[in-house]
C-alpha cells in the first residue's frame, strides 16, 4: 500500500473507531508549579495536612463531577491546609467518560507533582488545586497551544483563515453571552462548496460573560502566533480554551440547556370543563438526538479523536 493511502487508513480509523480515554500520554499539559502571585509555590510534604487533605479532595472531584454537568469545585481544610480543587470537563463528553478522565488527571496530579498548586489538562478534562482560592479568577497571565503539523493548501488558506476568523468570534459571542450553553459552543462554517472549518469554545463558568468573552478574544488573537495556516490548532489557559480542525471533532453539547423540571400531576377536572393544564407547565430542554436520556445509565461516549493527526505541542507562551 502507498505511503500516501496508508496515511489515509490510518486516518480513517482514528476518526470512526476511537474512543476517548485518557491515560498518561494523553495529556496535553501538566503545571507543577502553577502560581498565582509570580512567587514560586512550596511543595507539600508526604503524609502532612494538606497531603492528606489533598488525597481527600481530589476522589471528591471525580465522584461529584459527573452529577452537575462537567464542572465541580471544592474546599477541604482550615487555614494554611486547606485545598481548593476544581474539575472541569468538555462540554460534549459523558459523565461516566468525565470522570474516568477527572480520575487520571488526579492520579497524575498525585504521581507526578508535589507542589501546593497544580494544574493538568487532558483533551477532554482539566484539573487543578492550589492552597489559593482560585475559583473566580478570571484573568490569566499564561498559554500554551497545540498545533496541527499539516497547513492548509495555498489555494485554500485564505479562504480558511478566513472562514475561521468569522467562526471563532460567532463561537465566543454563544459561549459567554448564551447562558443556557453552559459556557460551552461548537459550530462549523464553510470555506468552499465542499469544505468546513469546525471549531469549539469553552469557559470555565464560575465567570461571568464579560470575562469569558475577553479570555476568547485574547485566545483568538494568540492563533497567528501558533497555527495560522494549520488544519488545527487549540489555544488553552487556565480560564477559557478554543479548538479549530478541519474535520468534525465534537459531539453534541451535554451541558448547555435548563434542567428538566419535573412533571405535575394534571388538577383534577372542574364540572362541566375540561381539565385545566399544570400550573405553569413543565420547562422544556432542547432534544439531543445522540445523547438518551440519563434515566437508566449516562449517554455513550461522543466517538471523538483525542488529537488531530499530526498534532504537535508547546510548552508555555
Known amino acids: 500500500m502507498s505511503p500516501f493511502l496508508l496515511y489515509f487508513s490510518s486516518l480513517f480509523v482514528l476518526l470512526f473507531f476511537h474512543s476517548p480515554t485518557c491515560n498518561a500520554e494523553d495529556s496535553l499539559k501538566v503545571e507543577c508549579n502553577n502560581t498565582y502571585n509570580g512567587i514560586t509555590v512550596a511543595n507539600y510534604t508526604n503524609n502532612s495536612t494538606f497531603h492528606t487533605n489533598l488525597k481527600i479532595l481530589l476522589p471528591s472531584l471525580s465522584s461529584?463531577?459527573?452529577l452537575i454537568k462537567g464542572f465541580y469545585n471544592t474546599s477541604i481544610g482550615e487555614g494554611s491546609d486547606k485545598v481548593y480543587g476544581l474539575v472541569l470537563c468538555r462540554g460534549d463528553v459523558s459523565p461516566d467518560t468525565c470522570r474516568n478522565c477527572t480520575n487520571f488527571a488526579s492520579a497524575e496530579l498525585l504521581?507526578?507533582?508535589?507542589?501546593?498548586s497544580s494544574a493538568i489538562w487532558y483533551d477532554l478534562c482539566q484539573v487543578q488545586y492550589s492552597d489559593t482560592n482560585f475559583f473566580n479568577f478570571s484573568t490569566t497571565k499564561w498559554w500554551f497551544w497545540v498545533w496541527n503539523q499539516i497547513n492548509m493548501t495555498d489555494s485554500e488558506v485564505?479562504?480558511?483563515?478566513?472562514?475561521?476568523?468569522?467562526?471563532?468570534?460567532?463561537?465566543?459571542?454563544?459561549?459567554?453571552?448564551e447562558p443556557l450553553r453552559g459556557m460551552f459552543a461548537?459550530?462549523?462554517?464553510s470555506y468552499s462548496s465542499t469544505n468546513n472549518v469546525f471549531g469549539l469554545m469553552q469557559c470555565k463558568p464560575v465567570i461571568s460573560g464579560e470575562a469569558c468573552h475577553k479570555c476568547l478574544e485574547v485566545a483568538i488573537t494568540k492563533i497567528p502566533e501558533c497555527c495560522d495556516s494549520r488544519i488545527g490548532g487549540r489555544v488553552v489557559s487556565e480560564v477559557c480554551s478554543l479548538r479549530f480542525e478541519n474535520i468534525t471533532f465534537f459531539g453534541e453539547s451535554l451541558v448547555g440547556g435548563p434542567a428538566h423540571s419535573p412533571t405535575l400531576p394534571p388538577v383534577p377536572s372542574l364540572v362541566g370543563g375540561p381539565p385545566p393544564s399544570p400550573i405553569g407547565g413543565p420547562a422544556h430542554s432542547?432534544?439531543?438526538p445522540p445523547a438518551p436520556s440519563l434515566v437508566g445509565g449516562p449517554p455513550p461516549s461522543p466517538t471523538l479523536p483525542p488529537s488531530s493527526p499530526g498534532e504537535s505541542k508547546v510548552n508555555e507562551i
Open 186 to 189: 461548537t459550530g462549523k462554517k
Open 286 to 288: 432542547p432534544t439531543l
Open 158 to 177: 485564505e479562504r480558511f483563515k478566513n472562514s475561521r476568523a468569522l467562526l471563532m468570534h460567532e463561537l465566543a459571542n454563544k459561549t459567554a453571552y
Open 64 to 66: 461529584n463531577v459527573s
Open 111 to 116: 504521581s507526578r507533582c508535589q507542589s501546593r
